[in-house]
Each structure stands twice: as C-alpha cells, then as structure tokens.
C-alpha cells in the first residue's frame, strides 16, 4: 500500500505521530506537507493528496487538519475521492469496509494522538467488504459523473 498524507499547520503533530505508525506497520508513504506552524490554507495541501489518489498514483490518502472538516470538503471536490472525517474506531472501520473511503481526514484539535494513532492503523488495515455495499459506491459514483 501507498499512502499520500498531509496537513495544515493545525495538524502537524498528528501527521507526525501517523508517519510513524506507518512506518511501524511498515506501510509506503509520501509526505505532502505542510512543514511550518504558520497559518497555511488548508485546500492548498488537501488537493495534491487527493488528485493523487483519484489518479492511481497512491492508494489512499491522510488528511490532517484542526478539525478534518475542511480537508474533507476539500478533498470530496475531486471526483473519484471519498474522504471521511473520522474521530472513533468504529467508523474508520466502517467506512473502510462499507464505503470504500479512500481518503482518511481527522482533526488534531479534535482527538489526541493515541486515539489518531488507533483510528488510523483500523483504517488502513480494513479492506471494502464489496458485495451490497459495491452497488452504492456506483451509485456515488453516477452522482459524480
């Protein structure tokens, strides 16, 4: 698996704290920024993470921000992405396995570290169960189109 990942400035521990839990479960990743604790614009770092994955070239995406809201409604402008904001377990593992997400958003001023560290490693090990839950990701998909 190949995971893009980034955040605003509001979410650099975070994103820190997933690198190395990628790197424990020994998971590929590229780091799209940001790299300062300076008021940045969130879309700027939502966008590259997102066309990335829409286009093939990473399997899924993390999004960090204050509070993964507005990473998500960035990264669902682009057509083929399904980001979920996720601040507990069992929805990381649900929108894994019955909406195939592809992007991951969470929000640092939301949850800590330990929680990030748990909702993150059940999202990035469960797979889109498919069958029923196939047929709606097309529909979403008809909706885009």
Known sequence: MKVAIASDHGGLVLREEIK??????????ED????CETSVDYPDYALPVAEKVAAGEFDRGILICGTGIGMSIAANKVKG???ALVHDVFS?????EHNDSNILTMGERVI????A???????????F???RHLNRINKISDIEA
């Open 81 to 83: 992405i399904r980001a």
């Open 112 to 115: 800590g570290p330990g929680l």
């Open 117 to 127: 560290r748990e909702i993150a490693k059940a999202w990035l090990t469960t797979e």
């Open 129 to 131: 169960q498919g069958g």
């Open 20 to 29: 190395k839990l990628m790197d424990e479960l020994g998971i590929q990743y």
């Open 92 to 96: 990381a593992i649900a929108t894994r």
């Open 32 to 35: 799209f920024g940001c790299d």
